[in-house]
Nanobody
Framework: QVQLVESGGGLVQAGGSLRLSCAAS????????MGWFRQAPGKEREFVAA???????NYADSVKGRFTISRDNAKPTVYLQMNSLKPEDTAVYYC?????????????????WGQGTQVTVSS
Protein backbone atom coordinates (compact mmCIF):
# COMPACT_ATOMS: atom_id res chain seq x y z
CA GLN A 1 0.00 0.00 0.00
CA VAL A 2 1.19 3.51 -0.83
CA GLN A 3 -0.20 6.75 0.58
CA LEU A 4 0.23 10.06 -1.25
CA VAL A 5 -0.28 13.55 0.19
CA GLU A 6 -0.09 16.62 -2.05
CA SER A 7 0.70 20.16 -0.91
CA GLY A 8 1.79 23.50 -2.31
CA GLY A 9 -1.34 24.60 -4.12
CA GLY A 10 -2.75 28.08 -3.83
CA LEU A 11 -3.75 31.26 -5.61
CA VAL A 12 -1.26 32.89 -7.99
CA GLN A 13 -1.42 35.55 -10.69
CA ALA A 14 -0.92 34.66 -14.32
CA GLY A 15 2.78 34.44 -15.12
CA GLY A 16 3.63 33.35 -11.61
CA SER A 17 5.03 30.09 -10.27
CA LEU A 18 4.11 27.39 -7.79
CA ARG A 19 5.80 24.19 -6.69
CA LEU A 20 3.62 21.25 -5.77
CA SER A 21 4.89 18.45 -3.58
CA CYS A 22 3.62 14.91 -3.17
CA ALA A 23 4.89 13.01 -0.16
CA ALA A 24 4.75 9.24 -0.50
CA SER A 25 4.85 6.45 2.02
CA UNK A 26 5.23 2.77 1.33
CA UNK A 27 8.23 0.50 0.95
CA UNK A 28 8.14 0.14 -2.84
CA UNK A 29 7.76 3.85 -3.67
CA UNK A 30 11.22 4.19 -5.18
CA UNK A 31 10.52 1.60 -7.85
CA UNK A 32 7.28 3.22 -9.04
CA UNK A 33 6.66 5.70 -11.78
CA MET A 34 5.15 8.93 -10.40
CA GLY A 35 2.67 11.11 -12.19
CA TRP A 36 0.71 14.34 -11.94
CA PHE A 37 -2.81 14.85 -13.25
CA ARG A 38 -5.24 17.73 -12.98
CA GLN A 39 -8.97 18.21 -13.12
CA ALA A 40 -10.66 21.50 -13.87
CA PRO A 41 -14.32 22.09 -12.95
CA GLY A 42 -16.64 20.25 -15.32
CA LYS A 43 -13.77 18.52 -17.12
CA GLU A 44 -12.18 15.10 -17.14
CA ARG A 45 -9.03 14.47 -15.14
CA GLU A 46 -6.09 14.89 -17.52
CA PHE A 47 -2.46 13.86 -17.61
CA VAL A 48 0.16 16.49 -16.81
CA ALA A 49 3.53 14.78 -16.29
CA ALA A 50 5.15 11.47 -15.38
CA UNK A 51 8.59 10.36 -14.26
CA UNK A 52 9.97 6.87 -13.88
CA UNK A 53 12.69 5.81 -11.49
CA UNK A 54 15.46 6.48 -13.96
CA UNK A 55 13.76 7.41 -17.19
CA UNK A 56 13.09 10.66 -18.96
CA UNK A 57 10.07 12.72 -17.93
CA ASN A 58 6.97 12.91 -20.07
CA TYR A 59 4.73 15.97 -20.28
CA ALA A 60 1.40 16.94 -21.73
CA ASP A 61 1.83 19.30 -24.68
CA SER A 62 -0.05 22.01 -22.80
CA VAL A 63 2.62 22.22 -20.07
CA LYS A 64 5.84 21.44 -21.97
CA GLY A 65 8.48 24.06 -21.37
CA ARG A 66 6.62 25.47 -18.36
CA PHE A 67 6.30 22.57 -15.88
CA THR A 68 9.05 20.31 -14.53
CA ILE A 69 8.55 17.04 -12.68
CA SER A 70 11.25 15.76 -10.36
CA ARG A 71 11.62 13.33 -7.49
CA ASP A 72 13.69 12.94 -4.36
CA ASN A 73 13.76 9.26 -3.48
CA ALA A 74 15.43 9.98 -0.15
CA LYS A 75 12.43 11.87 1.21
CA PRO A 76 10.47 10.36 -0.70
CA THR A 77 8.68 13.10 -2.58
CA VAL A 78 7.77 14.03 -6.14
CA TYR A 79 7.56 17.67 -7.19
CA LEU A 80 5.88 19.64 -9.93
CA GLN A 81 7.49 23.02 -10.57
CA MET A 82 5.00 25.16 -12.47
CA ASN A 83 6.22 28.35 -14.13
CA SER A 84 4.54 30.88 -16.43
CA LEU A 85 1.17 29.84 -15.08
CA LYS A 86 -1.96 30.60 -17.09
CA PRO A 87 -5.60 30.87 -16.01
CA GLU A 88 -6.27 27.64 -17.91
CA ASP A 89 -3.91 25.84 -15.53
CA THR A 90 -6.52 26.32 -12.79
CA ALA A 91 -7.49 22.87 -11.50
CA VAL A 92 -7.17 20.40 -8.67
CA TYR A 93 -3.81 18.70 -9.09
CA TYR A 94 -3.40 15.05 -8.14
CA CYS A 95 -0.33 12.90 -7.87
CA UNK A 96 -0.44 9.22 -8.70
CA UNK A 97 1.86 6.25 -8.52
CA UNK A 98 2.25 2.65 -9.58
CA UNK A 99 1.43 2.08 -13.21
CA UNK A 100 -0.54 -1.03 -14.16
CA UNK A 101 0.41 -0.68 -17.82
CA UNK A 102 2.30 1.60 -20.19
CA UNK A 103 -0.65 3.92 -20.93
CA UNK A 104 0.52 6.52 -18.45
CA UNK A 105 -1.73 9.28 -19.85
CA UNK A 106 -4.81 7.33 -18.80
CA UNK A 107 -6.17 7.66 -15.26
CA UNK A 108 -7.11 3.98 -15.27
CA UNK A 109 -3.46 2.96 -15.57
CA UNK A 110 -2.58 4.25 -12.09
CA UNK A 111 -3.20 2.43 -8.83
CA UNK A 112 -2.68 4.96 -6.05
CA TRP A 113 -3.87 8.57 -5.89
CA GLY A 114 -3.51 11.50 -3.55
CA GLN A 115 -6.38 13.66 -2.38
CA GLY A 116 -5.48 16.63 -4.60
CA THR A 117 -4.43 20.22 -4.09
CA GLN A 118 -6.15 23.26 -5.59
CA VAL A 119 -4.27 25.58 -7.94
CA THR A 120 -5.99 28.80 -8.98
CA VAL A 121 -4.42 31.16 -11.49
CA SER A 122 -5.98 34.62 -11.74
CA SER A 123 -5.80 36.73 -14.88
Amino acid sequence: QVQLVESGGGLVQAGGSLRLSCAASGRTYNSYTMGWFRQAPGKEREFVAALGQSGSPNYADSVKGRFTISRDNAKPTVYLQMNSLKPEDTAVYYCATRLKNSDYVSTTAWVYWGQGTQVTVSS
